[in-house]
């Protein structure tokens, strides 16, 4: 009786430890597909030589990047369905500026790695608190969705957000495998 027991634990201690494990191994595909991303955003570039401001929240990165795992995983999330949000606005998108198509694809690509990411994040207990990382990136991506509006979606608006997006991208690339690299030590 009581070995059965004692087996039953082990075996769901087992699964338990497995799922934790598979459930964050999308970290180690992410920069793949996010490779495929950058390479199309890339590729719509439309020719805009001259120095464009564009906002980034270079500190929060900063903070983030000596956050927790389970942070740097909950803020990819967030930051990539806010990204989804931003370009998934494709009636105000010029098709010229735009290969609609290609739009599709990244949004794709976005979506899935979301969906995996949330696997990961899953597992971890809800923080009670509202993260202060959270406030400020709806902040940031507020900001950038009211300049598209305030200019009425332009080609140059479109650009700006163009770059804003690669560099998170970039950013968000750093985090990732760090954070894949974290897990592995554990
Ligand atoms: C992620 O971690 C796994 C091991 O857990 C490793 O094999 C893989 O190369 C890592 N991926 C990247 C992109 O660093
Ligand atoms: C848009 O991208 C698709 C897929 O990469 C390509 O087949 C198509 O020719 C492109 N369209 C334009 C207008 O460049």
């Known amino acids: 009786m009581k070995q059965t027991q004692m087996w039953t634990y082990i075996f769901v ?20 597909v996010s490779a495929e991303s950058l390479k199309w955003l890339r590729e719509m570039d439309g020719q ?3 120095e464009m401001k ?3 929240p270079r500190t ?10 389970e942070d740097q995983v909950r803020f990819l999330v967030l930051t990539l369905d ?6 998934d606005a494709r009636e105000h998108m010029n098709s010229e500026q735009w290969n609609l198509t290609t739009v599709e ?26 993260e202060s990382y959270k406030k400020e990136i709806i902040r940031h991506f507020r900001t950038l969705k009211k300049s598209l509006k305030k200019e009425k979606y332009s080609t140059h608006a479109w650009e700006k957000i ?16 760090n954070a894949n690299k974290s897990l592995e030590r554990v």
């Open 105 to 130: 694809y990244i949004l794709q690509d976005l979506r899935r790695q979301s969906s995996e990411l949330k696997e990961c994040v899953a597992q971890y207990q809800k923080p009670s608190h509202m």
């Open 54 to 56: 564009v906002p980034f």
């Open 13 to 32: 201690i087992f699964l338990t430890l497995q799922s934790q494990c598979s459930a964050c191994i999308w970290l180690g595909q992410y920069n793949l």
């Open 60 to 69: 929060l990165y900063n903070f983030i990047g000596n956050a927790k795992v």
């Open 162 to 177: 163009r770059r804003a997006v690669i560099t998170h991208l970039q950013r968000m690339d750093i985090i990732a495998n």
């Open 82 to 87: 806010q990204i989804i949000s931003l370009m």
């Open 48 to 50: 805009y030589p001259e």
